[in-house]
């Protein structure tokens, strides 16, 4: 069973970096990247400095691929029967503990501020979220992508 991430609009380089990092740590198999996403090189193929700041040569060892919409990419792996779960605070959500991988999942990730869109929240399967108890109403999104790629066993 294989994991993947999906970061759609996610502005920070920094954030990117860190997620590159996490899922080399937690045995991601790829890291998309879409939207305004920065990259991890530049046009010119040089490495972006924010990037490998946080990243620590991580997007040397993570494959990644990068697509200006997210919808090609969920299309194509969904018809590889990869499951797709939105990770978001919204009515369809659940618990990311209830949360079973019984296949090879991506786990898309949304705007630090926004999230995920309603568009693209209807085209995964299911929502996770992760149970807010202070008073502020998210993580950060590079805290949330180590919780939960870290939350589920691989085989």
């Known amino acids: 069973m294989r994991i993947a991430v999906l970061l759609h609009n996610v502005r920070s380089a920094h954030n990117v970096g860190?997620?590159?990092?996490?899922?080399?740590?937690?045995?991601?198999?790829?890291?998309?990247?879409?939207?305004?996403a920065p990259l991890p090189v530049?046009?010119?193929?040089?490495?972006?400095?924010?990037?490998?700041k946080t990243a620590l040569g991580a997007t040397t060892f993570v494959p990644w691929e990068y697509s200006k919409r997210?919808?090609?990419?969920?299309?194509?792996?969904?018809?590889?029967?990869?499951?797709?779960?939105?990770?978001?605070?919204?009515?369809?959500?659940?618990?990311?503990?209830?949360?079973?991988?019984?296949e090879n999942t991506l786990f898309v990730f949304g705007n630090e501020v926004r999230g995920l869109?309603?568009?693209?929240?209807e085209q995964c399967a299911e929502l996770i979220e992760i149970p807010m108890r202070g008073d502020k109403e998210s993580l950060n999104v590079s805290v949330a992508a180590g919780i939960i790629l870290f939350s589920f066993p691989r085989s």
Do not use: M
Not at 18 to 31: N, Y
Not at 42 to 52: H, L, S
Not at 117 to 121: A, E, N
């Open 18 to 36: 860190s997620i590159f990092r996490t899922a080399d740590a937690a045995g991601v198999s790829k890291l998309y990247l879409s939207g305004y």
């Open 42 to 52: 530049d046009r010119f193929g040089r490495a972006q400095k924010e990037i490998a």
């Open 70 to 102: 997210p919808a090609p990419i969920i299309k194509k792996l969904r018809s590889e029967g990869w499951h797709i779960v939105g990770v978001e605070q919204d009515e369809r959500s659940i618990d990311y503990r209830k949360f079973k991988v019984r």
């Open 117 to 121: 869109s309603p568009l693209l929240r």
